[in-house]
C-alpha cells in the first residue's frame, strides 16, 4: 500500500517535471533538451533507488511487526505469571515462603536375613534413617547447608536388643562456593573430604553397607566433624582439573573415628585431599585422589594418621548415554598410631583397609554390582591387633521412579578376630526414596 | 606449585580476543556459532544423544566453564545439574544474575505452564515453569538468537552491528525455513501422532501436527505392559500411525507399540547433532520434517490403515 504511493508520488513529480521544463526554456536547443533529459533521467533513477529503498524498509517493519509479535505474546505470557504470583502471594506468610530453602526428606529403610542368629541387628526390617537437607543462599557466592538426621541405632546386638532412635545435625555449614582465584570455604561440621565414599551420606551410598574399610578407618557412618575447609582449583600448565583442599577440624568432634581421639582431644586433626580428574574418550573419565589425615599426641595417644588413595572410573555408551554405563571404583587406605598400653610401653599399630566396586548400568532403571572389601582396624579399643574382615557382596539396584529406588544384596563376610572366627552369609534389602525438591549429588553417584 | 602458578599465568590461552562461550547443548551452541562468526569459540557441555535433564556434571566440565565468557543455558528447570556446576565453577560472573550468565528462556512463550495446584511428582518429572523444549520451534530460535546476540555484544561492543545483523540473517533464514518446511508438511497438517516424551509441543505446533498421546504414561516414567497395549489400542481405533521418539528414550517400547497398532516409529533429532548429518539448528528442522514425511508417505504405502492426515481431514 505504501510503496504504490510513492510510486504514484514519484510519477506526479515527473510529470510535474515536464512541464516545468518547456516553460522555462523559451528557445530549446538541442543541447539544453538533451541536458534537460540527462537531469530527468537521473531523478527517475535517483527516485527508483529511493522506492527500492522505501520498499526495503517497508518489509523490515512487517518482519519487525511480526517478530514483536512473538515478543509480545512472550511479555503478556510473563505479566500474566507476576500478576498471577502476585495475587497468591499477598500474605505476609506467602512472602516468607517464597524465600524458603530448598528442602529434601530422603527416608532410608532396610532389612536383612543372616545365617548370624546371635546379631540381634540382623533378620529384622530396619528404619535405617530419616534425613532432611535444608540448602539455599545467603549470599549470592555462599549457600547455607543443614542437614537433619534422625537414625536408627542398636546397641550392643549381641547382648539383648536395644534400639534408639539418635537425632543428630549430620552437617550444618556455610559453603562459599565462589572466591577470587578459584578459592572455596566451607566452615561448620560437613563431611570430610577424605576419600570417595565419605563424602556420600547413607542414601546416596551405591549399595546397602558402607565398605568395611570406611567403617573401620574412619567410623561408622563416616567421618564429620566440625571445622573449617579451604579448596582450591590449582591451575596447571595442562589444563588439568587438580582441586586441593585442606580442612581443620575437630579432633573431639568424631567420637565414632578410631583415629581421631574424642573427648579430650587438645589439638584439632588436618586434613587434605588432592584429586586429580581427566575425561578419557568420548565418555569415559578417570578421577584419582589421595588423602592424609593428621591428629596430634594428645592424653595416651601420640601422632597417629591415615593415608587414603582412591581411583574412580566412569564410562557411559555414547550412543546410548542413559541406558548403558560402567562405574569402577576403589579406595585404600592404611594407618599408623603409637599409643601407650597399661604398662606405658608404646604401641605401634599399622593397619590397612581397601575396597574396590564395579557396577554395570544394564538397563535404563537397572544397575548391578559387585564389591570386595577387607579390612584391618586401627581401633584397638574394640578390637585386636590382628584382627580382620573381608567381605564380598553383589548386588542389584532399581530406580522404579527417579525418586524411589530398590536395592537387594547378597553379602559373604568372613571375620578372623581372636574371640571370633566366623563367617556370615545374608541377604540385604534397601528402599530409599526422597521428596521435595532435586538433591545434590556427587557426579559418579547415580540420580 | 608456585611454578605451576607462574607457568599458568603466562600461557597464550588466556590472553586471546575471541569471546569464549560454553552451551549446555550442541542446539544452543549452533546458534551462538551463527550469532557469533569467527568472533567466539564455542563448547557444548552435552553431547547431542544425551538427555538433558540426566547431565553427568564432571569435574572437566569446570575446566571449560572456567575460562569462559558466557555461559548459555536453557533456564526455567530445564537443566538441574546446572546450578551445582555453576556453584563448583568458581566464577562469579557465570552465576545466575552475573553478567556472563545467559538464560535463552528470556521472552519465549512458554506451552504447557501447570498451574499452582498441579505441582506434585505424582505427575512424574514435571517442569514447574512449563514445557522446557521450545528450541524445537523454528521461530524461538529467533527469539534466542537475539537474546545471544545482545550477550555477545555486552562482551564485544565492538562488533554490535556484526552480531546485529547475523540476528537478523538467522531470523530471515529461519522464516524462510520456517514458511517452506510448513508448506512441505501439507500432507500431515491436522494429523495426529504419538510421542515417546513430552519433548514435542513446540515442534507439533508449528508443524500443525496433534498429539493423540505420549508412550510415558507421565513424563520421565516408563510405561508398562497394560499402558502399552492400551496406547496401541487408542491408535489403532483413531487411525494414528506414526510414534515420534528422541534418541534418548527407549528405542524399543517404541517400536513395540508401532508393531502392535501396526504403525511405525520415526526418531527424530531433540538436539543439534543428536542424529548424524543434523549439524546445525536448520538441519534439525529439515531432518525432523523429512523423517515424519518419509514415515507418512511409507505408512501410507504399506499400511492398510488409513493415516492420521487422512482422516482428520
New interface residues.
Partial sequence: MRSALALGTALAVCCIGFEAIPAEAEEPSAATLMENVKRLAERVEEMERSRTEDQRRIRELE?QLE?DH??D???E?SVV?AE?TAS?SGTAIGQGNLLNPAITAFLDMGGSWSSDKDNKARNRFTLREAEVDFRAAVT??A?GVLVIAIGEEIEDPFDGVEIDFKFELEEGYL?V???PW???LRAGKFRSAFGRNNLLHTHDLPQVTRPLAVQAFLGPEGLATVGASLSW?????W???V?LAAQVVNADGGSESPILIGAGARNPAVLSHL?L???VG??G?L?LGTSFLYSRASGDFDDSYVLGADATY?W?D??????RSLLLQGEFFWSRSDFLDQFEDIIRDDNWGVYVFGQYQFA??WYAGIRYDYTDFPNLEVRHQTDSDWAISSYVTWYL???LRLRLEYQHLDRDHVDRNDTEDAILLGLTFY?GA?P?HP??VN? | MLAIAVVAALMPSFALADVRVVTTNPTLADLTRQIGGDQVRVESLMRGPENPHNVIPKPSFVMKLRKADLFVHLGLDAEPWVPNLLRSARQARLLSGGSGNIDTSTGIALLEVPSQGELTRALGDIHVYGNTHYVLDPLNGIVIGRTIARALTRVEPEHASLFDERARELERSLRALTEKLTQAMEPLAGGRVVTYHRTWPYFLKRFKLQKLDEVEPKPGIAPGPRHIAQLAEEMERSGVGLVIVETFSNQRTAQRVADLSKGRTVLLAQEVNAVPGVETYQELFRYNTEALLAAHRELNGTSTNPPAAETTR
Fill in positions: 518482519e517478530t512473538y515478543a505474546e512472550a511479555d505470557a505469571e498471577a497468591e549470592p557466592r549457600d559453603d562456593h565462589t572466591l578459584d578459592f572455596a582449583l590449582v591451575p596447571n600448565p589444563d588439568r582439573y582441586e584429586k580428574f581427566q575425561d568420548d565418555t573419565s578421577e566412569m557411559r555414547p550412543q546410548k548415554p542413559d541406558f535404563q532403571n521412579f527417579e525418586a521428596i532435586h545434590p557426579y559418579w540420580r
